[in-house]
């Protein structure tokens, strides 16, 4: 089982940047595939980022594609999130998720395995 924690959300201008960071608890943190998933008001929680254990493939929502970069450091239990080039549309809280699993289009991710998140907020 893996605890945890992101930080790095705040208020940022479009255009601008931002670096979320997720501090995992466990062990076996390394053999887990890591994602990042936000959710706006009033919408679904929807995916964002994948990183492979040991950071062997990543993937990521159209959306969010050439501006987005999810990164991990094993030694450090943490993987990060860098954001560039930030909208308004990415306003949300975001989410760290431990061992997401895709179904189709879909993914499922153990109620335990969710993060508190980190509100995000990109002023136009």
């Known amino acids: 089982q893996v605890q945890l924690v992101e930080s790095g959300g705040g208020l940022v201008q479009a255009g601008g940047s931002l670096r979320l960071s997720c501090a995992a608890s466990?062990?076996?943190?390394?053999?887990?595939?890591m994602g990042w998933f936000r959710q706006a008001p009033g919408k679904e929680r929807e995916f964002v980022a994948v990183?492979?254990?040991?950071?062997?493939?990543?993937d990521y929502a159209d959306s969010v594609k050439g501006r987005f970069t999810i990164s991990r450091d094993d030694a450090k239990n943490t993987v990060y999130l860098e954001m560039n080039s930030l909208k308004p549309e990415d306003t949300a809280v975001y989410y760290c998720?431990?061992?997401?699993?895709?179904?189709?289009?879909?993914?499922?991710?153990?109620?335990?395995?969710w993060g508190q998140g980190t509100q995000v907020t990109v002023s136009s």
């Open positions: 998720a431990g061992d997401p699993q895709k179904y189709g289009s879909s993914w499922y991710v153990e109620d335990d395995y």
């Open positions: 466990g062990r076996t943190f390394s053999s887990y595939v």
């Open positions: 990183i492979g254990w040991r950071g062997g493939s990543v």
